[in-house]
């Protein structure tokens, strides 16, 4: 049996802009781990500030 993956709202604001980066060929070939730090710092700071926009924290 598998198991689904339950996506939140945070997990899709971070696969949407990593897409708008041009990281997304790099994860789906070897993971979230395959990102640089500063690909990931990059992403982190992308979403920190839309979240703040949208008021979610």
């Not at 500030?49 to 008021?55: A, D, G, T």
Request: cysteine-free; proline content about 2%.
């Amino acid at each position: 049996m598998v198991k689904k993956k339950i996506y939140y709202t945070k997990d899709i604001l971070k696969l949407e802009i990593a897409e708008e980066l041009g990281l997304m060929p790099k994860v789906k070939a070897g993971g979230w781990g395959e990102l640089t730090a500063v690909e990931s710092g990059k992403i982190g700071g992308i979403m920190t500030r839309k979240m703040k926009e949208y008021k979610w924290i």
